[in-house]
């Protein structure tokens, strides 16, 4: 059974915030990668825990998309009850440490 994929406010605004970086409106070669990165995580509802658990959280865990040096990390979890991913996160895999409050 598929999970249902969701993302948090959070990464949704990570995900605005990328396609603006990337420049995917003017760009048609970066809005086919957006739109893989798009594809990608909605891939995971065939099977979430193909991905290692963070270690900042063992509760999490993570997807890298792209090639160096632009990979993104996609941070999320697995509510196994209700068989829901939630995307918490989604960062440029070369930024330092960061917080995991969720909203």
């Given at each position: ?11 949704e ?9 990337v420049?995917a409106k ?39 998309y ?7 990390r996609?941070?999320?979890?697995v ?17 330092s440490?960061f ?5």
């Amino acid at each position: 059974m598929a999970y249902r994929v969701s993302l948090t406010r959070r990464a949704e605004r990570d995900l605005a915030n990328i396609y603006r970086v990337v420049s995917a409106k003017t760009s048609d070669t970066a809005h086919i990668w957006f739109l893989r990165l798009r594809e990608t995580i909605a891939s995971l509802q065939d099977n979430p825990y193909r991905c290692p658990t963070t270690p900042e959280d063992e509760h999490l865990r993570y997807l890298l998309y792209g090639k160096k040096p632009h990979v993104y990390r996609v941070i999320y979890r697995v509510i196994e009850g209700s068989k829901q991913i939630v995307v918490v996160h989604i960062r440029h895999g070369a930024r330092s440490e960061f917080s995991l409050k969720i909203q």
